[in-house]
């Protein structure tokens, strides 16, 4: 059981971050997005490479744990994978449980565009080390990006 945690700043408030077995202080240099709807982050994602962190963008969740897999395969895992708990193909969470029992990434980040304390149960019994509000994402992404530069 994760019992070690980390706080960062965000938009909506303070997050937990389970440090058990992951690093923040390791810089963020690969991201897998996983949404159906890339026209309502496209700031969000330009804020990501402007920081110049690859960013790739799969649309369903079976693409993402392939896309997660290939990653950890060729040897450049991705640090963070946000994943929409709505996702067509595989839910959200059949995702990151996926990711998870696959070592697919340091953090895994599951979002939605309801409030935090309805999914975030399930995000975490999924594996997910944070769920965050989809309107909040640019503001918290940014945030934890700086925390893993410090």
Known sequence: MKNDSEQIEGEKG???????????????QRILFATDSFSDFKDCLELVRSRGI???QVR????CVDEALRG?????PF???VVSVDLPVLDGFSTAMLLRDNDCARVIISMDSTEHYIQEEESVQAGCDLH???ESLPGDLASLIGASAR
Not at 19 to 27: D, F, V
Not at 60 to 63: A, C, K, L, P, Y
Not at 72 to 76: I, L, R, V
């Open 14 to 28: 303070v997050y937990h971050i389970t440090t058990s077995g992951l690093s923040l202080r390791q810089p963020i």
């Open 54 to 56: 690859e960013v790739r």
């Open 60 to 63: 369903d969740g079976r693409s």
């Open 72 to 76: 950890k395969e060729s040897g450049k």
């Open 79 to 81: 640090d963070v994978i």
């Open 132 to 134: 965050w509000h989809a």
